[in-house]
């Protein structure tokens, strides 16, 4: 059995709540379009872990948290192209409403914060992420297709699925490098490797809301 890490739905009470929440998201207007396959330098590598603070468990606002679920169930549909997610928290701070965006605008950014009703501004910060919910939905879609193939060939997959910004991630048991090489060859730079314990089934991953 493996977990697949998709963008999931955290309802939130009035009341603050202990909650870890990833999302993903695109890193520029002119990423490469996820349904090709993508030719890579030799210097390409998988991305890097995400900041230790972002998707943290915590306590969260009652205001935190009511804008999360705000921004997570108005910003798909109003900037598919935009927006990528939201997570709870940052290496400051565990209360921190985060959204990433690709090729955002101050118009959006203000827009996003009305939505979401903080009235803090230091309690919302913008980060530019991956991949867009939309070319998100379409690299995902290729992976799932491929999985079966990779684990017939070996690959001892946990978990996978749209992390915090947009990318795809993938938690690997027994990870060497030819596969993570492997995983960049065929989807391309936007792509977070891990090494997962075997029947971890998505601990590694935390799921993402958006």
């Known amino acids: 059995?493996?977990?697949v890490i998709v963008r999931t739905t955290l309802v939130t009470s009035a009341v603050a709540l202990a909650l870890s929440l990833v999302v993903g998201c695109s890193m520029t207007s002119s990423s490469p379009t996820p349904g090709a396959d993508v030719v890579m330098s030799d210097a390409a590598t998988p991305l890097?872990?995400?900041p230790s603070g972002v998707g943290a468990p915590g306590v969260l606002?009652?205001?935190?948290a009511n804008g999360i679920v705000a921004v997570r169930d108005y910003a798909p549909a109003a900037y598919p192209d935009n927006y990528a997610g939201i997570a709870s928290g940052?290496?400051?701070s565990v209360d921190r409403l985060v959204i990433y965006l690709v090729g955002t605008t101050p118009q959006i950014q203000a827009d996003l914060v009305t939505v979401s009703g903080i009235h803090d501004p230091d309690k919302v910060v913008f980060e530019q992420g991956r991949?867009?919910?939309s070319d998100s939905a379409a690299l995902h879609?290729?992976?799932e297709a491929t999985v079966p193939r990779l684990m017939s060939e070996g690959f001892l997959i946990q978990d996978y699925g749209v992390g915090v910004d947009g990318a795809e991630e993938f938690g690997i048991h027994d990870l060497t490098d030819d596969q993570t090489a492997q995983l960049v060859d065929l989807f391309g730079p936007y792509v977070r490797v891990h090494e997962a314990p075997e029947n971890s089934f998505g601990?590694?991953?935390t799921p993402s809301a958006g």
């Open 90 to 92: 940052t290496p400051a």
């Open 61 to 64: 606002s009652a205001e935190v």
């Open 203 to 205: 601990e590694h991953v």
């Open 48 to 50: 890097p872990a995400l």
């Open 131 to 133: 991949l867009s919910t």
């Open 1 to 3: 059995m493996l977990a």
């Open 141 to 143: 879609a290729r992976v």
